[in-house]
């Protein structure tokens, strides 16, 4: 009886020393804590990593996440954003002043509805918001396959940057330009016809470029020669001078054609009218490598490997905008097609990466260094996503969603710089062209994928060993 009779001078505030610590918790805001602890767990590179993953254990970890701030933190999640979206973090509702160890058990019966409340029997130790949390409906894993639908067989693909030698028509044919040769290859049919043969005249394909309806191809030559091809005839309908250098970038804008070239000159023809009207456009010192038109058919986009963005509009010959913050060539361009105004481009080598542009303020918005030389860049036509493909070091393959920039997916196989792009008619699929002369087929934008990924190789041409 006497140990219960202990005097209150005998705090444990007046206690110098003993054997036991005990921490305060008043001052603790656990929601902060709680988040912390979970970014602080993993390195950088793993948070990079998980930012960028799409599978499912990424879903059940947020899932789980949000599981126990329900249950500890009362925070009354009961939906899961997507990873990938900007608001990847959960709001925590303002609630009523609760401790993280709470052991007291509310007694007070609720009404049961079977809707949206936990029937009073249930044995589960979960509470109501964390179980409409599990039954929420949850949206499938976007799956985009590693591997290539097909692999074509592309001898003498030349490994040169500063050359596009791969179009993808709207009527669903593919042109290859292969040394002196220009190849079709049909998708529909698999059927393989040579357009053209440029080494009776001693020249080389350097660019090939179809019109917006698909029936024309443009093809430039080493020496400096634009040539008109007829597809569906297999006849050349005129061949236009002007250039003294090889011609390396090609862009239609309806029946104008601006031709890009290593004597620093943008040349803009009508093929409808004689080859002396034409608009030349000079304000790169060194050679033009990417030429791209406008969804709105209005400005024209150049890249030069004097590190230049040039934008031109159709009435001036001097360019309206100037960006000169890439530190290497500038060859792959790309405008979007949902946002009006928006270009994105890449850099070479030295610079790696992408930057995006607001060309009707002309601002830059953002970047990102993507590792490695930007060699082509393409939007998405049913999302706002956008695809890269790179050379030095990697030779890798990217998907990005904009305007978070993460990472969707990455695509590797080729062996040397994938140099080529292309996206099919539908918007589903590209294909990629390498100096190791192959060509592959990848679906990065399907929605869904109802086809097998065939594994063999097919030879789109007949290799002389």
């Known amino acids: 009886?006497?140990?219960?009779?202990?005097?209150?001078?005998?705090?444990?505030?007046?206690?110098?020393?003993?054997?036991?610590?005990?921490?305060?918790?008043?001052?603790?805001?656990w929601s902060i804590n709680f988040h912390y602890a979970n970014e602080n767990c993993r390195s950088p590179s793993q948070n990079h990593k998980a930012k960028d993953t799409t599978s499912d254990s990424s879903k059940d970890a947020v899932t789980y996440a949000a599981l126990l701030r329900n249950e500890l933190l009362g925070s009354g999640i009961e939906t899961v954003q997507d990873p990938h979206t900007d608001e990847r973090r959960h709001a925590v509702p303002s609630q009523d002043s609760h401790s993280l160890f709470k052991y007291a058990v509310h007694t007070k019966r609720v009404p049961f509805h079977s809707d949206n409340e936990v029937s009073p029997y249930s044995l589960s130790p979960l509470s109501n918001k964390s179980h409409k949390l599990l039954r929420s409906p949850r949206k499938p894993a976007?799956?985009?396959?590693?591997?290539?639908?097909?692999?074509?067989?592309?001898?003498?693909?030349?490994?040169?940057?500063?050359?596009?030698?791969?179009?993808?028509?709207?009527?669903?044919?593919l042109s290859v330009g292969l040394g002196a040769c220009v190849y079709l290859w049909s998708a529909c049919t698999s059927q393989v016809t040579r357009l053209c043969d440029l080494s009776v005249d001693g020249d080389s394909v350097t660019s090939v470029c179809w019109n917006e309806r698909g029936s024309l191809v443009a093809v430039g030559t080493h020496k400096g020669y634009v040539q008109i091809w007829?597809?569906?005839?297999?006849r050349k309908l005129t061949s236009l001078e002007g250039h003294s250098a090889r011609v390396g970038a090609l862009a239609w804008n309806g029946?104008?054609?601006?031709?890009?070239?290593?004597?620093?000159?943008?040349?803009?023809?009508?093929?409808?009218?004689?080859?002396?009207?034409?608009?030349?456009?000079?304000g790169h010192r060194q050679e033009v490598c990417g030429l791209k038109w406008s969804p709105d058919h209005q400005?024209?986009?150049?890249?030069?490997?004097?590190?230049?963005?040039?934008?031109?509009?159709?009435?001036?010959?001097?360019?309206?905008?100037?960006?000169?913050?890439?530190?290497?060539?500038?060859?792959?361009?790309?405008?979007?097609?949902?946002?009006?105004?928006?270009?994105?481009s890449g850099g070479g080598t030295a610079d790696r990466c992408l930057r995006f542009w607001n060309t009707l303020t002309g601002q830059a918005l953002q970047s990102t260094d993507t590792g490695s030389q930007v060699c082509n860049l393409a939007w998405s036509k049913h999302a706002n996503e956008l695809v890269s493909t790179h050379?030095?070091?990697?030779?890798?393959?990217?998907?990005?969603?904009?305007?978070?920039?993460t990472q969707v997916a990455k695509l590797t196989g080729h062996s040397y710089r994938v140099l080529y792009l292309a996206v099919s008619p539908d918007g589903e699929a590209i294909v990629t062209g390498a100096g190791d002369e192959t060509l592959r087929f990848w679906n990065v934008f399907s929605k869904t994928r109802c086809t097998k990924e065939s594994k063999s190789v097919l030879n789109l041409f007949t290799r002389i060993r």
């Not at 400005?299 to 960006?323: C, E, F, I, R, T």
Request: charged residues 20%; proline residues 6%; positive net charge.
């Open 255 to 282: 029946e104008q054609l601006s031709s890009g070239s290593r004597d620093r000159v943008i040349l803009q023809r009508d093929v409808r009218t004689p080859p002396s009207a034409e608009r030349r456009l000079q």
């Open 391 to 405: 050379g030095y070091s990697q030779n890798q393959i990217l998907v990005w969603k904009y305007p978070s920039l």
């Open 1 to 29: 009886m006497n140990i219960l009779c202990i005097s209150a001078t005998y705090s444990p505030v007046s206690v110098k020393s003993g054997d036991r610590f005990i921490p305060t918790r008043a001052g603790s805001n």
């Open 299 to 344: 400005h024209l986009a150049s890249g030069g490997n004097d590190n230049k963005l040039l934008v031109w509009n159709s009435s001036s010959l001097l360019p309206m905008q100037q960006y000169s913050d890439h530190l290497a060539a500038v060859k792959a361009i790309a405008w979007s097609p949902h946002q009006h105004g928006l270009l994105v």
């Open 230 to 234: 007829d597809a569906s005839g297999g």
């Open 142 to 173: 976007r799956k985009i396959s590693k591997i290539p639908f097909k692999v074509l067989d592309a001898p003498e693909l030349q490994d040169d940057f500063y050359l596009n030698l791969v179009d993808w028509s709207a009527g669903n044919l």
